[in-house]
């Protein structure tokens, strides 16, 4: 990409993020919360690439300053000030060029939603489902490391521990955006707890990371929707397990059924189970674009295949192994204790460099 293609580029991103900075403050915007929610998105969005461009934008015209200097100004001591101006600034560019490249390229708009998150226990029993309590242990790890909410909305625990299933919501900043490289099945290799032989079995769960739909996102009418009642099992002691407060929700047209049963109060259950319900159908779309995205670039993020096995945690070894990128730490204590933004760091660096790549083409 010539040099003024790319400050071409970031002039025009710059007029519009100013465009959409007078719009999201006119009185006709903030009456329309729909509206106001959208241009808002964009805006925000827009941030990091506007940043972006006028920190490139001041080092090319300090570059020219320094160089004018070099070329015109007899005082030697100017000069050398001017040099190590130029030496100074003259790396920086080529990476800040590359970083601006990825940032021009539309971005997922689901990277900035919250995350439904469910794992579930798969080939293995017992041993699976502990798995898959280890896994949600060391995501709920994760988002404390980074300062998001993860909340249950239903669980079903495994005979010896850990989880058949669990589903939970994560808060923050950009959680989708992070979090769905971690779709798809996870493999273990140790020596399970239930095995008196001490052999290494291997076991699997899996994991779906949808993003989170907002209310904007889809409309629900509610006479597709049949609401039952229940009452709830599990952890929450003697009142979750004595009154109907548990709701479940089945979406008639689509047959996708939705529980929640963490809360006490059945309104509050009654709308994490309309939240998941929100998001499930609107992943039916969404589904559809990773797909097209699948066929036509190598991805980092999984589509709905239950199959994909993306990464293997091999105890005996210590190792963690991520298949999709070939990618192998030996620090497995430390990364089941939350300690995964290395890797998806990693993944993060190959899918926009496959984004890249598609761009250029």
Known sequence: MAENTLLTK?????????????????????????KFV??????????????????????LNDLQAAKDILMNEKDEELKEIAREEVND??????????????????????????????IRGGTGGDEAAIFAGDLFRMYSKFCEKKGWKIEVNSQSEGAMGGFKEIVAKISGDKVYGTMKYESGVHRVQ??????????????????VVLPEADEFDIELNMAD?????????????QGVNTTYSAIRLTH?????????????????????AMAELRTRLYNLEYEKYLNEVSSTRKTMVSTGDRSAKIRTYNYPQSRVTDHRIGYTMYNLPVFMDGDIQELIDQLQIAENAERLKAAGE
């Open 10 to 34: 970031l002039a025009d991103l710059e007029a519009k993020y100013n465009s959409l900075e007078q719009q999201i403050s006119s009185p006709e915007v903030i009456a329309d919360m729909k």
């Open 38 to 59: 959208q241009l808002n998105k964009e805006y925000k969005e827009l941030e990091p690439i506007v940043a972006a461009g006028k920190n490139y934008s001041r080092l």
């Open 89 to 118: 600034i003259e790396p920086q560019l080529p990476k800040l060029e590359e970083e601006i490249k990825v940032l021009l390229i539309p971005a997922d708009p689901q990277d900035s939603k919250n995350a439904m998150i469910e």
């Open 190 to 207: 140790r020596v399970p707890q239930t095995e008196t032989q001490g052999r290494v079995h291997t076991s699997a769960a899996s994991v």
């Open 225 to 237: 929707i049949r609401k039952d009642t229940f009452c709830s099992s599990g952890p929450g002691g």
């Open 252 to 272: 008639i047209p689509t047959g996708i059924v939705v529980q929640c049963q963490d809360e006490r109060s059945q309104l509050k259950n009654l709308d994490k």
